[in-house]
């Protein structure tokens, strides 16, 4: 029998309704006691580091969870990561940077109804990640959700209700499950090959800039003093505004000549950014050599700014772990 260890972080699947508002109230053995079916297939070890909304995680709790798997990582076949949803991308996304090459699973759910209500996922989603953490084949880190396994650097919460709240971006999801079925329509286990590698440092003074028409580059510049790296999400494939005044121009120069970096993305979820098709994007990528999402999703371009600023020490080495494919995340960039 395979042995996981469950690792509950908060999140509505461990909440209860207070006269504040729901709430992180159910220990780790206490979500176990509501799948008891789980028994029939794995050993399950529990352990809670924290018990926070996700609204409250952030790259320390990344940190503090790739620490946690590295020292246990040993002892277990696989982890299950119980977690809120709302920020559930950026943690997925983080923990593929921090935790590369891992031939075991790490799978990261929660749900939309919390586990002790009559009528939820919970109960699903956290006996569908265990079955899935418990499969040979099963390897990396996603996230198991609406009985899907999403890579953990292609997932975004595309609903802020339903129970098949996360999307696979720009990539087909690894496997689905039917009730007691995987079927894998990505099977790479034996693919990977390079050495299981931790990392510890993320740098997260990194700033993500929403363009909207009439926006003043001023606010690029404003940015400079707290920020190693702004993440502009521009409209369409890609392109910087310039509205007779040469402001976001001006700015971008300054920004990358003090040695910061700038990676343009877009707004629009799927199919990516491309800079050199517009001539308001091809001038100013090819001035300065600015690096781009592509087809990475957003979460997952934030993780990987904070883990490739805290790699490196110029831009071109940043380029190079930037444009890295790592656990799925990116399929094209020229
Ligand atoms: N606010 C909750 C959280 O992210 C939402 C959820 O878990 O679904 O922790």
Redesign the pocket.
Known sequence: MKKILLIAT????A?KYTESG?S?QISSEELLSYIPAAKGFCHVDTIQPFN??????CSSQWLILAALIEKKYEYYDGFVIC??????AYTAAALSYLIQNNRKPIVIT???KPIDLEITDARANLLDSLRFASHERAHGVCIVFGGQVIAGTRAKKERSKSYN?FSSINYPPIAILQDTRIVFYIDDKDQATAPLAFYHSLNDRVFLLKLIPGCSGKILESLEPSCDAVIIESFGVGGLPNYGDNNFYRAVKRFVSSGKIIVMATQVTHEGSDMSIYQVGKLMKNEFQLPESYDMTLEATVAKTMWALAQSTNTEEFKSFFYKTINHDILFHL
């Open positions: 908060g999140g509505t699947i909440s729901l992180p926070l909304d996700s609204t409250n995680v977690h809120g949803t709302d920020t559930m929660g749900s939309q709240a």
